[in-house]
């Protein structure tokens, strides 16, 4: 018998293949048991990296909300901003548009160049008459203002024979009007200076006034500036 084949040989072998199995085991186990605490080990990682990445994700999520919030309260302070800005403007162009009111209600009357040729080119050549200027005597703009009107009326050929004064009871009819003794027989310029009174944004109503003895004669009305905005060709 050989060496390789007698029995203390085979009992060494034998021996040695316990000893490697066993050696194999342990080291399957040992490998086994570091794989399972390095995949923990990784899991763990995971769950912490998620659980950071949630909170993180939370706190942008908050802050987000918070900017948000902060932006919608800003839009609403913009948006009352502006509403009040557009009432306090509103309420300035209104207090703008009363005090113009008030100044061009004190503002005397003055006919101007515009007017003047305005009504000067609406008589044209009509026929030229007697004219009589009643004016309100206790008002003094309206007695500036009528001579204003006499000079207009001497300045295209009408004869202005005189100036009545009289003082009304109460408040008399604002701005020109055209009388006549008797209207159905109105000399014929009276309707021709009714017409370019008109033209020239003076006014120049018609009514009856006049005594009955001066069929001939055309009466000019002139009264207190009326409370109304400015004529739309006469001049402020």
């Not at 919608?72 to 009363?98: D, G, N």
């Not at 009388?179 to 944004?201: D, I």
């Amino acid at each position: 018998m050989d060496w390789w084949n007698s029995p203390e040989t085979l009992s060494k072998l034998q021996t040695g293949l316990v000893i490697v199995i066993t050696l194999l085991g342990v080291i399957t186990l040992t490998l086994k048991v570091r794989s399972d605490q390095v995949r923990k080990a990784i899991d763990q990682a995971k769950a912490e990296e998620s659980i950071q990445l949630d909170e993180e994700l939370k706190k942008k999520a908050a802050a987000a909300e918070k900017l948000a919030a902060a932006a919608t309260a800003k839009h609403a302070l913009a948006e009352r901003e502006l509403a009040e800005t557009k009432r306090l403007a509103a309420e300035l162009e209104e207090v703008k548009r009363k005090a113009a009111e008030v100044e061009e209600t004190q503002r005397p009357r003055t006919i101007s160049k515009e007017c003047v040729d305005i009504f000067q080119a609406t008589l044209g050549k009509s026929p030229r008459g007697k004219i009589e200027i009643i004016r309100v005597a206790d008002d003094a703009e309206t007695v500036a203002f009528s001579e204003s009107v006499k000079a207009l009326l001497s300045g295209v050929g009408f004869s202005v024979d005189r100036i009545h004064n009289f003082i009304p009871i109460g408040r008399s009819s604002p701005g020109i009007a055209i009388g006549v003794a008797v209207p159905e027989k109105a000399p014929p310029h009276a309707g021709h200076l009714q017409q370019a009174f008109q033209a020239a944004g003076l006014g120049g109503g018609g009514v009856q006034w006049g005594p009955d003895d001066k069929p001939d004669v055309v009466f000019i009305l002139v009264g207190p500036k009326p409370l109304a905005g400015p004529k739309p060709q006469a001049s402020p």
